[in-house]
């Protein structure tokens, strides 16, 4: 049984990357806004944390990208939004885990177009 727990423990942990992996790889979707980054990242933030998934409002976080910009992230890293500044505005480079739903993509995504 032990085995079997360390088994499926190590395949669950082989799909999960790192923030810097799944940047390397490329975003999910590319948006861009007039807006700056600061505001459309914050804007996010607040329709991030609005949704709710399974019945439950999962934690979202802003944070200082490094480099200049901003991070909005989910908990666990499920999806992160980097919002860098441009010379028409802002740079949005959507980040999605292999797992996630295109249903979860699609309203992550949107709400982003909704701050635009």
Known sequence: MR?????????ALAG?????????????RHLV????????????????QSQKWGGAIHEVYLQPLR??????????????A??????????IKVYFMTTIFESRRDRRADAIRGCL
């Open 3 to 11: 085995i079997f727990i360390g088994l499926v423990s190590a395949l």
């Open 16 to 28: 999960c990357a790192t923030m810097d992996e799944k940047r390397a790889d490329g975003p999910s």
């Open 33 to 48: 806004s007039q807006k700056d980054p600061a505001t459309v990242a914050e804007c996010t933030l607040y329709a991030w």
């Open 67 to 80: 480099g200049g910009g901003k991070t909005v992230v989910s908990a666990g890293e499920a999806e992160f």
């Open 82 to 91: 980097d919002f860098l500044p441009s010379a028409v505005g802002t740079d």
